[in-house]
């Protein structure tokens, strides 16, 4: 039997690969995705969709949205005068309704491919031979040539040495997401985005949650005024235990839940836990790929080695998502995906990573985009600041949700807008605007001299960029 050729062959359908692949398509290429994982379909079939949809983005967001609901019903609605009594958690019904959310996407990925005309081909992917007119690979024991090969293979979570994760009672972010019951006590290992999301969602349902760090600084990555606060917010306010400069000893899991010894400077410390959610970070999806067969080049974290256009190191072969450098976003692999399909057409795809946005979905939300004072300090930019509180502002009044402020740097010479960070409610929506100025080289004067709604959220963005010309109106 002749063996399928296709222009465009897609391995991985995550949100780098479908987005290639259908975007591929779209540029008139007879396109292939290949995907491996049924993740928990009923019926064994493979999903698209890949950890965002399936088990990351979509199904944290549902379960956070869920657990927040419970949380004001609780805590929250006694301000504006309602009580709710004898207030209850199904945690059933609540993982149901995620679990149909993200069927309802992942399937709805896969009508997405039918009318764009992409073939889905089930089973692993693998470079087996072929070169610069056509890349042969192995999909579950058949061969299939395509002219151009988009690796969009994506991440696994990071496990620590001598800590197996069962996902159920020492989880990953799989089994995270899938608890049937509220632990009584949580231990969470990395209070990086997985752990304070997840750490979040757990507290507010009742969990005690201690989280082991191994940095002594918190949310490093950060600007450091919102790490600052955020420490203040989730450690004092909602009582989030957070341990910095902790080096995990040992990990045991018994018939009566997890041990975990841990060393902070010279003291022992254990924590005994119920259930433990590993997140120490992910690792890209190389192995069992086929790369060594044809020479295909990982960087020293074995990630694919690719440069600023996603190309590889052999012809025609390109790489996108949490496989490549680069933050593990699925919005950058989307958009990677999208520039390479582009490129392949002959078009000037592009990724500007300088405006890639970050949010952390915890309450407050916290979001950013550009530079970091830190940062700036270090390359010796010379910036101003502007800095206004959202309890400054009429719409967070009435919405009872004043915590935290918005943060823009500008350039002190030209003004352009070098780093937007905020903390508060609404942060994911609000960074928008400031991706938007970035993108277009937007100064903090643009910002300032935009009519923004009254009364909402958004005139806080509009007070901070006056704040940088030290002119708020309204604080
Ligand atoms: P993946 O989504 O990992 O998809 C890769 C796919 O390729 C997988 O389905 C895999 O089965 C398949 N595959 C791998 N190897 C092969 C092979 N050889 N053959 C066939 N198929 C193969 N990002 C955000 O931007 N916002 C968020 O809110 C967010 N929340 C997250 C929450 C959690 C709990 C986690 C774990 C991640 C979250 N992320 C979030 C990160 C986001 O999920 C990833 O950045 C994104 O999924 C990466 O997309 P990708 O296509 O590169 O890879
Ligand atoms: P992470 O990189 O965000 O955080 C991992 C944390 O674990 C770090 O703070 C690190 O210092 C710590 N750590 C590492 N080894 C440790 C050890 N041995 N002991 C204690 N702490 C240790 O990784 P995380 O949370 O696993 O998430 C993976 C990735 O998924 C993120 O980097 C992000 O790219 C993506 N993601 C994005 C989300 C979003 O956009 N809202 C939500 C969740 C995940």
């Known amino acids: 039997m002749a063996a399928k050729h296709f222009d465009v062959l897609v391995i991985g359908g995550g949100p780098g690969g479908y987005i290639a692949a259908i975007r591929a398509a779209q540029l008139g290429f007879s396109t292939a995705c290949v995907e491996s994982e049924a ?19 979509i199904p944290s967001k549902a379960l956070l949205q869920s657990s927040e609901h419970f949380d004001n019903a609780r805590h929250g609605f006694v301000m504006h005068g309602i009580t709710v009594d004898d207030v209850r958690i199904d945690v059933k019904t609540m993982v149901k309704r995620k679990d149909n959310i993200v069927t309802q996407l992942t399937s709805g990925i896969k009508g997405l491919f039918k009318k764009n005309k992409v073939t889905l081909l089930s089973g692993h992917g693998k470079f087996t031979g072929g070169g610069e007119d056509a890349w042969e690979i192995d999909v579950a024991g058949e061969a299939v040539m395509a002219k151009h ?39 969470v290992i990395g209070a990086g985005v997985i752990g304070l999301e997840l750490g979040s969602v757990w507290k507010r349902l009742g969990a005690e949650v201690t989280i082991l760090e191994a940095m002594p600084d918190f949310l490093a990555a950060a600007d450091a005024a919102i790490a600052k606060e955020a420490w203040k917010v989730f450690t004092q306010k909602q009582g989030l235990d957070i341990q910095l400069d902790a080096n995990i000893t040992s990990v045991k899991a018994g018939k009566k839940g997890v041990t975990v010894d841990y060393e902070i400077g010279d003291e022992n410390r254990t924590l005994e836990c119920d259930r433990l959610i590993v997140s120490v970070g992910r690792v890209p999806n190389t192995e069992g790929l086929g790369c060594e067969a044809v020479g295909l080049k990982l960087d020293d974290r074995g990630r694919v080695a690719v440069d600023e256009h996603c190309r590889s190191n052999l012809p025609n072969v390109w790489a996108v998502g949490d496989v490549v450098r680069g933050p593990m976003l699925a919005h950058k692999g989307m958009e990677e995906g999208v520039m390479v399909a582009e490129l392949i057409a002959g078009q000037a795809g592009h990724c500007n990573y300088d405006a890639v946005p970050w949010v952390i979905y915890t309450h407050p939300e916290i979001a950013w985009v550009g530079k970091t004072e830190q940062q700036l300090k270090s390359a010796g930019i010379e910036y101003r600041t502007g800095q206004i509180p959202f309890a400054a502002n009429g719409r967070a009044l009435g ?45 903090s004067e643009d910002i300032a001299r935009i009519v923004h709604a009254h009364p909402t959220l958004s005139e806080v963005m509009h007070e901070t960029a006056l704040a940088v010309d030290k002119r708020p109106l309204h604080f």
């Open 149 to 187: 090969v988009i690796v969009a293979t994506g991440s696994s979570p990071r496990h620590l040495n001598g800590v197996p994760v069962d996902n159920k009672l020492i989880c990953d972010n799989a089994g995270a997401l899938a608890f049937d019951a509220v632990p009584k006590r949580l231990g």
């Open 39 to 57: 993740y928990d379909d009923p019926k064994g079939e493979v999903r698209l969709g890949g950890t965002c949809l399936n088990v990351g983005c």
């Open 399 to 443: 919405q009872g949700d004043t915590t935290g402020f918005v943060k823009m740097l500008a350039d002190a010479k030209t003004d352009r807008i070098l780093g937007v960070h905020i903390i508060g409610t609404n942060a994911s929506e609000l960074i928008s605007e400031a991706v938007v100025a970035m993108e277009f080289h937007a100064s």
